[in-house]
């Protein structure tokens, strides 16, 4: 099954919560002092919210599978598709461990293709030590977009790079 994904970007969490839960009809599924999800059915949708997207708005998209074959044939879509992708892989990002892809659609809004194996204790990838940190901003963009606000790139030690 393939769940459309939204995230957004609130300043206010709480005021967020209280809006997009009597506009779905349901509470969140999980909430954490700067992040929030609803799985729903109808729309078939995983909505999430967090004060660490950086602004105000949309922060990305995504379709979230359930099987590593379904996240196989959407990744190979967009490649046959000669679709510029940036394979992220195995990581930690929105209190989840996924495998992820990236890709941009032509208006610049980042797209990811994933799916989630297991849940995670901390918002993004934890530092070697094993201790999380709470600051720092979005983990979940590609790194052009991450780049282009003025976040370290892939690689440099931001979550999910």
Same mark, same amino acid.
């Given at each position: 099954?393939?769940?459309?994904?939204?995230?957004?970007?609130?300043?206010?969490?709480? $005021? *967020?919560?209280?809006?997009?839960? *009597?506009?779905?009809?349901?509470?969140?599924?999980?909430?954490?002092?700067?992040?929030?999800?609803?799985?729903?059915?109808?729309?078939?949708?995983?909505?999430?919210?967090?004060?660490? *997207?950086?602004?105000? !708005?949309?922060?990305?998209?995504?379709?979230?599978?359930?099987?590593? !074959?379904?996240?196989?044939?959407?990744? $190979?879509?967009?490649?046959?598709?000669?679709?510029?992708?940036?394979?992220?892989?195995?990581?930690?990002?929105?209190?989840?461990?996924?495998?992820?892809?990236?890709?941009?659609?032509?208006?610049?809004?980042?797209?990811?293709?994933?799916?989630?194996?297991?849940?995670?204790?901390?918002?993004?990838?934890?530092?070697?030590?094993?201790?999380?940190?709470?600051?720092?901003?979005?983990?979940? *963009?590609?790194?052009?977009?991450?780049?282009?606000?003025?976040?370290?790139?892939?690689?440099?030690?931001?979550?999910?790079?």
């Amino acid at each position: 099954m393939k769940r459309m994904h939204i995230h957004v970007g609130v300043e206010h969490l709480d $005021q *967020a919560v209280t809006f997009y839960s *009597a506009l779905f009809g349901a509470q969140p599924v999980k909430i954490r002092s700067d992040y929030a999800k609803w799985m729903l059915d109808e729309p078939c949708v995983n909505f999430a919210i967090s004060t660490r *997207a950086g602004s105000t !708005g949309l922060e990305h998209l995504g379709i979230q599978v359930e099987e590593e !074959g379904e996240l196989g044939e959407l990744r $190979q879509r967009l490649q046959d598709a000669d679709l510029s992708l940036f394979d992220e892989g195995e990581t930690v990002c929105c209190y989840a461990r996924s495998d992820k892809t990236w890709v941009q659609d032509p208006a610049g809004i980042a797209w990811e293709a994933y799916r989630t194996m297991e849940e995670a204790q901390f918002f993004g990838s934890a530092p070697e030590d094993g201790t999380a940190t709470e600051t720092g901003a979005a983990c979940c *963009a590609p790194p052009q977009a991450r780049e282009t606000a003025d976040e370290p790139a892939a690689g440099s030690g931001a979550c999910c790079g």
